[in-house]
């Protein structure tokens, strides 16, 4: 079964704008990962936080890990319309590499 | 980064008929390798995690006699759909696992369509 849920579900802002999304988890994790995917596409790694950091950057993403809420956000800055695509959470358990989803967020970013 | 293999990308099939999917890991080898299914605006749903040598672990639900699953290489593992239904068709998508197994390197999916 999915691990959490993200909101919002959608989310549709101008170019230039910043976009955040969020996702929460149900269980202990060892890390907590965002990926992308474009329509009909396999998914691309985006960054990877771990469960004894709170906060990681890279490029125009930033990523904030809250364990004791269990939840998490990705913020991307500046968007462009070629950041229109699907993000999903996905949170890597205590034992095993075993990756859950969560239901993800479409973004869509207008020119 | 790590490339990851998948094909076919699309695949239409009749009912009844079996189809196999190939996942290749082409700049590393992966031990372990997961299938993933997805409905339409939906997110990824495990089916299986594949391990090189050994049998697959399904995820409850899970008909391990319909979704073959053959890792018999450390670049390669297949998923053959048995006897496919209208009701399988779903896109279907491979991950690996890259060196410590932390972050998942994906392939491009393979759209299934059963007639």
């Known amino acids: 079964s999915q691990q959490g849920e993200e909101d919002p579900q959608a989310l549709s802002i101008q170019e230039g704008e910043n976009a955040t999304m969020n996702c929460s988890y149900k269980?202990?994790?060892?890390?907590l990962q965002w990926y992308r995917q474009n329509s009909g596409r396999g998914l691309v790694h985006l960054i990877l936080i771990r469960s004894n950091e709170r906060e990681k950057h890279s490029g125009r993403l930033r990523v904030t890990l809250d364990t004791s809420k269990k939840s998490s956000s990705l913020l991307i800055t500046a968007s462009r319309a070629a950041d229109t695509a699907s993000y999903f959470c996905?949170?890597?358990?205590?034992?095993?590499?075993?990756?859950?989803f969560g239901a993800g967020t479409i973004l869509r970013v207008k020119s | 980064g790590a490339v990851v293999s998948q094909h076919p990308s699309r695949v239409i099939c009749k009912s009844g008929t079996s189809v196999k999917i190939e996942c290749r890991s082409l700049?590393?080898?992966?031990?372990?390798m997961f299938w993933y299914r997805q409905f339409p605006k939906q997110s990824l749903m495990l089916m299986a995690t594949s391990n090189e040598g050994s049998k697959a672990t399904y995820e409850q639900g899970v008909e391990k006699d319909k979704f073959l699953i053959n890792h018999a290489s450390l670049t390669l593992s297949t998923l053959t759909v048995t006897s496919a239904h209208p009701e399988d068709s779903s896109f279907y998508i491979c991950?690996?696992?890259?060196?410590?197994?932390?972050?998942?390197?994906f392939g491009s999916g393979t759209q299934l369509s059963v007639l």
């Open positions: 700049d590393f080898q992966a031990t372990t």
């Open positions: 996905a949170t890597g358990l205590l034992y095993g590499n075993k990756l859950v």
């Open positions: 991950s690996a696992a890259g060196t410590g197994g932390e972050k998942l390197f």
């Open positions: 269980t202990s994790i060892n890390n």
